[in-house]
């Protein structure tokens, strides 16, 4: 058993990064909304509780409030933000709404000595008062401590900033922590973990492989389970994990729509068939997708009828397996690389509070259409601990590593119709800048521009302009190269790439892939831009 922190979500826009960083401190956790019962908060047997911020006003929100059981536990309490005026409210002090908002960059300073923040700094005063750089984001302010607090921080215009009852264990920030703008804020929250709960730093990747392996075996004792494999990083870990849980019970569909990217149906095969030894029926379906796509050019439509398809053939698929044939009985398990943040996305917490709704992941409903049990090793984990999962299961790390790709894969990268003469020539055109962007080294970091890259793709324009290639005109294509950096893909900058990189693709593309004739380098941020161009 591991210890557990329990978070108790009120609707910020960031609690996920709460339970980030606390996972990356190799402690468990998980977010639940702020009103469950108190039984729940009492079952759950937190080592600690974290309460998160949210939009809304203390004291215009009577149910946003911690249950009762959170004081009655025992345990250590961390008030972030919001959570730290619920707690400052329901334990006796004063919340006020504030005249203006505070939003951004502030400098805190810390008072007296408190175990949360002692020997914690990023600067310290002439004073010699220490000094925290961190990121607020609030209107409303504690203005009365309640009985028992001593005050921890504070500025000029929050003079409790963060206040403390180090005999409970109790301690709140009116700052974000968990952002990456609060320099101090990753040791604070390990401080509070770690030391304050005394929570053991026991989750690790490696070592739940093992424990999530006997959780398969145990759900799906001999019976068989059919998985929908894309070659996308979460499908691939649940199959490499699956299958080494049960082996030979486990077959992947792999549905090539023929919209992937170059040699990616057989790098999928020879990985999975060749390499792990896993039963994958690949389906090539390509000529059922271009044709479908034919005279399409909305980028809309194309998402519907590129999803249709895939669920039709899949379903086709599952079907013949549900049945069973030569020594298979027949299956009764869907598997889902669905992860954590899908989970409390799509309102797993119940109160959906924390949500911005992405519809692009997973095919909803389709465990019930086809009569097939649910099955989703990943729906603990976040996407960096899937990737180290897949890591220690013996996936190569450069699949884990990759960029993301969307689902509707080309289809969405070749502007307006979609033509197979178009998807090949994106498709080496992309192979290309991917290969140069993994060559070139930045040197100061030593990191190749692949990996200083959230994202990197080509677009295909399907428009021609004039060239001259030796004595003769030429008559050709265009391409946009693409490459972004992001933390969490809702906002992205273009990525700065050496123009000598941007040469050398450039370059390339243009003598190598016939067809293609000019080469250009998108420099739009989103917003107001997308990262894809469809
Ligand atoms: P945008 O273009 O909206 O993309 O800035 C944000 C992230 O979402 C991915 N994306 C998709 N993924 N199906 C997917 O599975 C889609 O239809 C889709 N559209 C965008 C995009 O690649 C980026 O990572």
Redesign the pocket.
């Known amino acids: 058993m591991h210890d557990k922190i329990l978070i108790l979500d009120f609707g910020s826009q960031v609690t996920q990064l709460i339970a980030r960083r606390v996972r990356e401190a190799h402690v468990y956790c998980e977010i639940h909304p702020n009103d469950v019962s108190d039984a729940f908060v009492r079952e759950f047997a937190p080592k600690a509780i974290i309460l998160s911020g949210s939009h809304a006003s203390t004291y215009e929100a009577e149910d946003l409030r911690a249950p009762q059981a959170v004081w009655d536990l025992g345990v250590p309490v961390l008030g972030i933000c919001y959570g730290m005026q619920t707690m400052a409210a329901q334990l006796g002090g004063a919340v006020e709404g504030g005249k203006t908002r505070e939003f951004g960059y502030a400098e805190v300073r810390a008072h007296g000595h408190t175990r949360l923040l002692e020997g914690i700094q990023d600067f310290a005063t002439a004073e010699g008062h220490g000094m925290l750089k961190v990121w607020m984001s609030h209107g409303d302010k504690v203005t009365t401590l309640p009985p028992g607090f001593k005050l921890m921080a504070s500025t000029p215009s929050c003079p409790i900033a963060g206040m403390a009852d180090e005999a409970r264990g109790y301690y709140a920030v009116q700052f974000h922590p968990e952002v990456t703008h609060t320099v101090q804020g990753r040791a604070l929250l390990e401080r509070f973990v770690l030391q304050i709960a005394g929570a053991r730093p026991d989750w690790v990747m490696r070592d739940h492989v093992e424990a999530a392996v006997a959780r398969i075996r145990e759900q799906v004792g001999d019976e068989e389970v059919i998985l929908g494999l894309s070659g996308g990083v979460d499908s691939s870990v649940a199959a490499a994990l699956i299958h080494r849980a049960i082996g030979e019970q486990l077959t992947c569909v792999f549905v090539d729509h023929g919209l992937l990217r170059l040699n990616e149906g057989d790098m999928v095969m020879d990985m999975f068939a060749g390499k792990l030894h896993a039963r994958v029926i690949r389906v090539d379906a390509s000529e059922l997708f271009l044709g479908e796509l034919a005279g399409v050019s909305d980028p809309e439509a194309k ?1 519907k009828i590129i999803g249709r398809l895939f669920v039709d053939v899949f379903k086709a698929e599952a079907a013949k397996l549900k049945a069973g044939s030569g020594g298979h009985k027949g299956a009764s398990f869907l598997a889902q690389g669905t992860i954590y943040p899908d989970v409390i996305e799509s309102g797993g917490a119940k109160t959906k509070k924390a949500t911005t709704i992405k519809s ?1 992941h997973n095919v909803g409903g389709l465990p019930e259409q086809l009569g097939l049990k649910l099955l989703e090793p990943l729906r603990d984990l976040f996407k960096d601990e899937v990737r180290e999962l897949g890591v220690a299961v013996g996936l190569p790390p450069e699949m884990v590593y990759r960029h ?1 790709f ?3 894969g080309l289809g ?1 990268r070749i502007l307006g119709e979609v033509k197979k003469e178009y998807a090949d020539l994106l498709r080496r055109a992309d192979a290309i800048f991917i290969e140069e962007l993994r060559n070139f080294r930045d040197e100061a970091s030593g990191k190749s521009w692949y990996d200083l890259t959230s ?1 990197a793709f080509t677009v295909f324009l399907p428009v021609k302009s004039v060239g001259v290639m030796g004595d003769g005109r030429t008559y050709d294509y265009v391409v946009a190269l693409r490459a972004v950096q992001t933390s969490d ?1 809702m906002t992205a900058d273009w990525a700065e790439l050496p123009y000598a990189l941007l040469k050398k693709v450039s370059g390339r593309i243009i003598n190598e892939v016939r067809g293609i004739n000019r080469v250009t380098y998108d420099v739009s941020s ?1 917003p107001p831009a ?3 161009w469809e």
């Open positions: 998402r692009h993301p969307p689902g509707p969405v994202q893909f989103k997308t990262i894809e």
